[in-house]
């Protein structure tokens, strides 16, 4: 299943790191470890940002995945279960319409 993670970077310790020419490291270990299927940098509320899409088999590899960014730069994570257009077609929609639609 696909799993997105919406990461808030403070600006410390990251600034930190920047200065120490030791950030390019850092992330480079994250994204090696966790192996994203695609992550896209941006801002958040005005910090730094990322948002990561994951392929998990199971909630148990979420604090793999989510932990470094919590330990090495204090971030904020929210997480979400995400589904392709395939995924939602095999969803069922209009049986649950049919099963559904004259509960009131």
Same mark, same amino acid.
């Given at each position: 299943?696909? =799993?997105? &993670?919406? +990461?808030?970077?403070? *600006?410390? #310790?990251?600034?930190? =790191? +920047?200065?120490? @020419?030791?950030? !390019?490291?850092?992330? !480079?270990?994250?994204?090696?470890?966790?192996?994203?299927? $695609?992550? =896209?940098?941006?801002?958040?509320?005005?910090?730094?940002?990322? +948002?990561? &899409? *994951?392929?998990?088999?199971? +909630?148990?590899?979420? #604090?793999? %995945? /989510?932990?470094?960014?919590? %330990?090495?730069?204090? $971030?904020?994570?929210?997480?979400?279960?995400?589904?392709? #257009?395939?995924?939602?077609?095999? $969803? !069922? %929609?209009?049986?649950? @319409?049919?099963?559904?639609?004259? /509960?009131?």
């Amino acid at each position: 299943m696909r =799993y997105l &993670v919406r +990461v808030a970077i403070p *600006h410390e #310790p990251f600034n930190t =790191y +920047v200065r120490e @020419g030791t950030i !390019g490291r850092l992330m !480079g270990r994250i994204l090696e470890e966790t192996k994203p299927e $695609a992550i =896209y940098f941006t801002e958040e509320n005005g910090q730094r940002g990322a +948002v990561i &899409v *994951h392929n998990i088999d199971k +909630v148990s590899q979420v #604090p793999s %995945l /989510v932990e470094p960014w919590f %330990l090495t730069f204090n $971030a904020d994570c929210r997480m979400q279960i995400a589904m392709t #257009p395939d995924d939602l077609k095999q $969803a !069922g %929609l209009e049986d649950l @319409g049919k099963r559904w639609r004259s /509960v009131k």
